[in-house]
Protein backbone atom coordinates (compact mmCIF):
# COMPACT_ATOMS: atom_id res chain seq x y z
CA UNK A 1 0.00 0.00 0.00
CA UNK A 2 2.62 2.49 0.43
CA UNK A 3 4.95 1.65 -2.01
CA UNK A 4 1.89 1.80 -4.44
CA UNK A 5 1.20 5.80 -2.97
CA UNK A 6 5.02 6.53 -3.81
CA UNK A 7 4.53 5.22 -7.47
CA UNK A 8 1.57 6.96 -8.48
CA UNK A 9 2.85 10.58 -6.83
CA UNK A 10 3.20 12.70 -9.71
CA UNK A 11 6.31 14.00 -10.71
CA UNK A 12 7.41 17.63 -10.84
CA UNK A 13 7.47 19.66 -13.70
CA UNK A 14 11.15 20.73 -14.13
CA UNK A 15 11.16 24.20 -15.91
CA UNK A 16 13.44 25.33 -18.69
CA UNK A 17 16.39 26.92 -18.07
CA UNK A 18 16.37 28.83 -20.90
CA UNK A 19 12.88 30.52 -20.00
CA UNK A 20 14.26 31.74 -16.72
CA UNK A 21 17.73 32.68 -17.92
CA UNK A 22 16.82 36.68 -18.54
CA UNK A 23 15.45 38.47 -21.44
CA UNK A 24 15.03 36.87 -24.90
CA UNK A 25 16.18 38.79 -27.79
CA UNK A 26 13.10 40.03 -28.91
CA UNK A 27 12.02 41.58 -25.84
CA UNK A 28 15.17 43.33 -25.35
CA UNK A 29 14.48 44.74 -28.82
CA UNK A 30 10.52 45.48 -27.84
CA UNK A 31 11.75 47.45 -24.61
CA UNK A 32 14.60 49.50 -26.37
CA UNK A 33 11.56 50.09 -28.95
CA UNK A 34 9.25 51.68 -26.12
CA UNK A 35 11.66 53.78 -24.68
CA UNK A 36 12.86 55.27 -28.03
CA UNK A 37 8.99 56.16 -28.66
CA UNK A 38 8.77 57.35 -24.89
CA UNK A 39 11.79 59.79 -25.49
CA UNK A 40 11.15 60.92 -28.83
CA UNK A 41 7.39 61.61 -27.50
CA UNK A 42 8.85 63.68 -24.23
CA UNK A 43 12.24 65.63 -25.88
CA UNK A 44 9.99 67.94 -28.09
CA UNK A 45 7.58 69.61 -25.56
CA UNK A 46 10.57 70.18 -23.60
CA UNK A 47 12.19 71.43 -26.01
CA UNK A 48 9.48 73.89 -26.86
CA UNK A 49 9.37 74.74 -22.86
CA UNK A 50 12.36 75.50 -22.97
CA UNK A 51 12.58 78.20 -26.04
CA UNK A 52 9.37 79.48 -24.98
CA UNK A 53 10.70 80.64 -21.40
CA UNK A 54 13.58 82.03 -23.08
CA UNK A 55 11.99 83.92 -25.42
CA UNK A 56 10.12 85.36 -22.32
CA UNK A 57 13.11 86.03 -20.17
CA UNK A 58 14.38 87.91 -23.18
CA UNK A 59 10.87 90.30 -23.37
CA UNK A 60 11.15 91.20 -20.03
CA UNK A 61 14.67 92.33 -19.86
CA UNK A 62 14.02 94.11 -23.27
CA UNK A 63 11.20 95.52 -21.32
CA UNK A 64 13.12 96.89 -18.75
CA UNK A 65 16.00 98.34 -21.27
CA UNK A 66 13.30 100.26 -23.00
CA UNK A 67 12.04 101.60 -19.43
CA UNK A 68 15.32 102.23 -18.04
CA UNK A 69 16.36 104.37 -21.72
CA UNK A 70 13.33 106.63 -21.24
CA UNK A 71 13.70 107.33 -17.54
CA UNK A 72 17.32 108.27 -18.20
CA UNK A 73 16.40 110.50 -21.15
CA UNK A 74 13.70 112.12 -18.67
CA UNK A 75 15.91 112.69 -15.53
CA UNK A 76 18.82 114.21 -18.08
CA UNK A 77 16.12 116.51 -19.37
CA UNK A 78 15.09 117.52 -16.34
CA UNK A 79 17.98 118.25 -14.84
CA UNK A 80 18.36 120.92 -17.30
CA UNK A 81 22.23 121.80 -18.78
CA UNK A 82 22.02 119.52 -21.60
CA UNK A 83 22.35 119.95 -25.45
CA UNK A 84 20.56 118.64 -28.26
CA UNK A 85 23.46 115.62 -28.76
CA UNK A 86 22.74 114.11 -25.28
CA UNK A 87 19.31 113.89 -26.70
CA UNK A 88 18.52 110.74 -28.99
CA UNK A 89 18.59 111.44 -32.66
CA UNK A 90 15.65 112.96 -34.14
CA UNK A 91 14.17 111.30 -37.37
CA UNK A 92 12.96 114.99 -38.52
CA UNK A 93 9.05 114.16 -37.96
CA UNK A 94 6.77 115.44 -35.19
CA UNK A 95 4.60 112.26 -34.73
CA UNK A 96 6.73 109.38 -34.03
CA UNK A 97 4.06 106.85 -34.55
CA UNK A 98 2.44 108.79 -37.62
CA UNK A 99 6.09 108.44 -39.61
CA UNK A 100 7.24 105.14 -38.01
CA UNK A 101 10.93 106.00 -37.85
CA UNK A 102 13.11 102.79 -40.00
CA UNK A 103 14.43 100.13 -38.16
CA UNK A 104 18.22 100.18 -37.31
CA UNK A 105 20.85 99.25 -39.64
CA UNK A 106 24.28 100.23 -38.46
CA UNK A 107 26.21 100.13 -35.13
CA UNK A 108 26.86 103.27 -33.45
CA UNK A 109 30.17 101.95 -31.57
CA UNK A 110 28.47 102.65 -28.28
CA UNK A 111 28.08 100.11 -25.69
CA UNK A 112 26.39 99.73 -22.60
CA UNK A 113 26.30 97.78 -19.92
CA UNK A 114 23.93 97.30 -17.00
CA UNK A 115 26.57 95.25 -15.00
CA UNK A 116 29.61 96.60 -13.05
CA UNK A 117 32.00 93.71 -15.10
CA UNK A 118 31.80 95.68 -18.51
CA UNK A 119 33.79 98.73 -18.29
CA UNK A 120 34.28 99.64 -21.94
CA UNK A 121 31.10 101.46 -21.88
CA UNK A 122 29.98 104.95 -23.59
CA UNK A 123 26.93 105.67 -21.05
CA UNK A 124 26.63 109.37 -22.19
CA UNK A 125 26.95 109.02 -25.70
CA UNK A 126 24.02 108.87 -28.11
CA UNK A 127 23.99 107.58 -31.67
CA UNK A 128 24.17 110.20 -34.17
CA UNK A 129 21.45 108.90 -36.67
CA UNK A 130 18.11 106.52 -35.62
CA UNK A 131 19.59 104.09 -38.22
CA UNK A 132 22.69 103.15 -35.72
CA UNK A 133 21.79 101.43 -32.59
CA UNK A 134 23.39 101.02 -28.93
CA UNK A 135 25.08 97.21 -28.23
CA UNK A 136 23.39 96.51 -24.51
CA UNK A 137 24.96 93.94 -22.60
CA UNK A 138 22.94 92.49 -19.58
CA UNK A 139 25.63 89.15 -18.75
CA UNK A 140 28.19 89.62 -15.92
CA UNK A 141 30.19 86.49 -17.17
CA UNK A 142 29.87 86.94 -21.18
CA UNK A 143 32.62 89.51 -20.73
CA UNK A 144 31.27 92.83 -22.24
CA UNK A 145 29.26 90.94 -25.27
CA UNK A 146 26.07 92.70 -25.88
CA UNK A 147 23.24 90.91 -26.04
CA UNK A 148 20.49 93.14 -27.15
CA UNK A 149 20.79 96.07 -29.67
CA UNK A 150 18.43 99.40 -28.82
CA UNK A 151 17.52 101.91 -31.43
CA UNK A 152 16.69 105.36 -29.64
CA UNK A 153 15.24 108.40 -31.29
CA UNK A 154 12.79 111.43 -30.70
CA UNK A 155 10.26 113.69 -32.29
CA UNK A 156 11.54 117.34 -33.21
CA UNK A 157 9.86 118.61 -29.86
CA UNK A 158 8.91 121.97 -28.67
CA UNK A 159 10.94 125.05 -27.02
CA UNK A 160 9.59 127.87 -24.67
CA UNK A 161 8.30 130.81 -26.40
CA UNK A 162 11.38 133.58 -26.46
CA UNK A 163 14.07 130.69 -25.91
CA UNK A 164 17.39 131.15 -28.19
CA UNK A 165 17.48 130.42 -31.14
CA UNK A 166 18.97 126.54 -31.51
CA UNK A 167 17.91 125.98 -28.29
CA UNK A 168 17.47 122.25 -27.15
CA UNK A 169 13.76 120.91 -26.74
CA UNK A 170 12.20 121.21 -23.51
CA UNK A 171 9.35 119.07 -24.55
CA UNK A 172 9.23 115.67 -26.83
CA UNK A 173 7.77 112.42 -27.74
CA UNK A 174 10.78 109.75 -28.30
CA UNK A 175 10.85 105.85 -29.09
CA UNK A 176 12.98 102.78 -28.13
CA UNK A 177 12.78 99.79 -29.97
CA UNK A 178 15.30 96.42 -28.48
CA UNK A 179 16.38 93.93 -30.78
CA UNK A 180 17.61 90.47 -29.17
CA UNK A 181 20.80 89.25 -30.11
CA UNK A 182 18.96 86.75 -33.55
CA UNK A 183 18.77 90.11 -34.80
CA UNK A 184 22.48 90.76 -34.70
CA UNK A 185 22.76 87.85 -37.08
CA UNK A 186 19.96 88.92 -39.57
CA UNK A 187 22.11 92.64 -39.54
CA UNK A 188 25.07 90.20 -41.05
CA UNK A 189 23.33 88.56 -43.19
CA UNK A 190 21.81 91.68 -44.90
CA UNK A 191 18.51 91.41 -43.66
CA UNK A 192 15.84 94.34 -43.36
CA UNK A 193 14.75 94.49 -39.58
CA UNK A 194 10.93 94.89 -38.82
CA UNK A 195 9.42 97.80 -36.48
CA UNK A 196 6.87 96.07 -35.26
CA UNK A 197 6.70 93.72 -32.24
CA UNK A 198 7.90 90.12 -31.93
CA UNK A 199 5.07 88.17 -30.95
CA UNK A 200 5.49 85.89 -27.76
CA UNK A 201 4.23 82.33 -28.60
CA UNK A 202 4.81 79.19 -27.82
CA UNK A 203 8.05 77.98 -29.92
CA UNK A 204 10.98 75.74 -30.48
CA UNK A 205 13.23 78.06 -31.85
CA UNK A 206 13.62 82.07 -31.90
CA UNK A 207 10.11 82.85 -33.34
CA UNK A 208 9.89 86.28 -34.75
CA UNK A 209 12.81 87.77 -32.74
CA UNK A 210 15.36 87.39 -35.52
CA UNK A 211 14.00 90.21 -36.82
CA UNK A 212 11.55 91.92 -34.90
CA UNK A 213 11.94 94.14 -31.79
CA UNK A 214 11.22 92.43 -28.17
CA UNK A 215 9.99 94.97 -26.87
CA UNK A 216 8.62 98.96 -28.47
CA UNK A 217 8.23 102.07 -26.14
CA UNK A 218 7.00 105.42 -26.61
CA UNK A 219 6.81 107.90 -23.79
CA UNK A 220 6.62 111.48 -23.79
CA UNK A 221 9.74 113.65 -22.19
CA UNK A 222 8.60 117.26 -20.55
CA UNK A 223 11.15 119.54 -18.28
CA UNK A 224 8.54 120.36 -15.79
CA UNK A 225 10.92 123.03 -14.57
CA UNK A 226 11.16 125.21 -17.88
CA UNK A 227 9.54 128.52 -17.90
CA UNK A 228 5.75 127.82 -19.80
CA UNK A 229 6.17 124.03 -19.30
CA UNK A 230 2.68 123.76 -19.53
CA UNK A 231 1.99 125.72 -22.55
CA UNK A 232 5.23 123.27 -23.95
CA UNK A 233 3.34 120.51 -23.22
CA UNK A 234 0.25 121.62 -25.01
CA UNK A 235 1.92 122.69 -27.79
CA UNK A 236 3.65 118.92 -27.95
CA UNK A 237 0.31 117.83 -27.49
CA UNK A 238 -0.93 119.33 -30.57
CA UNK A 239 1.77 118.00 -32.80
CA UNK A 240 1.29 114.34 -31.37
CA UNK A 241 -2.42 113.19 -31.95
CA UNK A 242 -2.34 110.59 -29.20
CA UNK A 243 -0.81 113.03 -26.64
Not at 34 to 47: A, E, Q, W, Y
Not at 117 to 132: F, I, L, R
Not at 216 to 230: D, E, I, K, P, Q
Amino acid sequence: MRHSLFRHRPPKPVQNAGQTSGFTLVESLVAVIIVSITVVSVLPPIFWATATRVQNRRAEQAVQLAQGEIERVRTLVERGNYTAADLPPTDGSTDLRATATAPPATASGIIRSTTANCKSTNDAQQPTGVAQYIAMDTDPNNGCKPEFMVQVFRSVGTIPDGSAPGSPPSAFSMGVRVYAEPAFNSLKRGSVLDTKAARLRGSSGIGQQGTRPVAVLYGTVVRSRAGNALGVYKKLCEQNKDC
